[in-house]
């Protein structure tokens, strides 16, 4: 099997070796890039599997070059950013971003994202149901059981749910499960959605006032673990 190629995509040169080394060391083939307009001009030529990029860089920040490349690829791409602000999130998970990761964070995190990234990106076709410990949801039937016994769920919950598992490991923003599942955004949906996250917890979680299967990213969105 060849090396996963990864494009890293940072101004500063520390972390771009920090980086390259660590990714090298774990069997990872690494390519890196300085900026942003560089970092579209790799893309393009050396047709990496995965961009880890940063968002704050000169001229064309991490902003635009997601923009930029979701008009022509679907190359999976996680964002590494100092800022934690919610709505940095929110903007990068939008405009198509994979996943996001705050500084500073380990080498550990960033490999166990690239992994789940990579499952995701090249999922089975044949996959007619999803295992998430003792839940199963059978795609095809739209049914779910836990511990083999079913678990009712309404079409809206259903959909919801599908919806997160579709995405497993990644956040979800508020927008694209109010798209998908309610049609679109609107404040009275927002409330809804809240509302049925707390249901599905009810339903699923082992204790819903401490969920550990579907968790808040406050402010952001939820993540199906």
């Known amino acids: 099997m060849n090396p996963l190629r990864v494009l890293v995509v940072d101004d500063d040169r520390?972390?771009?070796?920090?980086?390259?080394?660590?990714?090298?060391?774990?069997?990872?083939?690494?390519?890196?890039?300085?900026?942003?307009?560089?970092?579209?001009?790799?893309m393009a030529t050396w047709n990496p599997d995965v961009v880890v990029l940063d968002l704050v860089m000169p001229n064309v920040d991490g902003f635009e070059v997601v923009r930029d490349a979701r008009a022509w690829t679907s190359v999976p791409i996680i964002v590494l950013s100092a800022r934690g602000q919610f709505q940095d999130k929110v903007t990068?998970?939008?405009?198509?971003?994979?996943?996001y990761i705050t500084k500073p964070f380990g080498i550990e995190e960033l490999e166990a994202r690239?992994?789940?990234i990579m499952r995701r990106a090249h999922p089975d076709d044949d996959v007619t149901s999803i295992e998430?410990?003792?839940?199963?949801?059978?795609l095809a039937a739209?049914?779910?059981?836990?511990?083999g016994e079913p678990v009712h769920l309404t079409p809206t919950e259903f959909s919801?749910?599908?919806?997160?598992?579709?995405?497993?490991?990644?956040i979800v923003t508020h927008r694209h499960l109010l798209e998908r599942v309610w049609g679109g955004y609107a404040a009275e949906n927002s409330r809804q959605l809240r509302v049925y996250i707390n249901y599905?917890?009810?339903?699923?979680?082992?204790?819903?006032?401490?969920?550990r299967l579907i968790v808040t990213e406050p402010g952001v969105g939820y993540r199906l673990q």
Do not use: C, F, M, N
């Open 132 to 138: 998430l410990g003792d839940i199963v949801i059978d």
């Open 92 to 99: 990068a998970l939008d405009l198509g971003a994979d996943d």
């Open 160 to 170: 919801l749910l599908q919806t997160l598992a579709a995405e497993r490991g990644k």
């Open 200 to 211: 599905l917890r009810r339903k699923l979680e082992v204790d819903p006032t401490k969920p």
């Open 114 to 116: 690239l992994r789940a």
């Open 14 to 42: 520390q972390i771009r070796r920090a980086l390259s080394t660590a990714l090298r060391g774990q069997g990872y083939e690494v390519e890196v890039a300085v900026d942003g307009a560089d970092a579209l001009t790799r």
């Open 142 to 147: 739209h049914r779910v059981t836990r511990s």
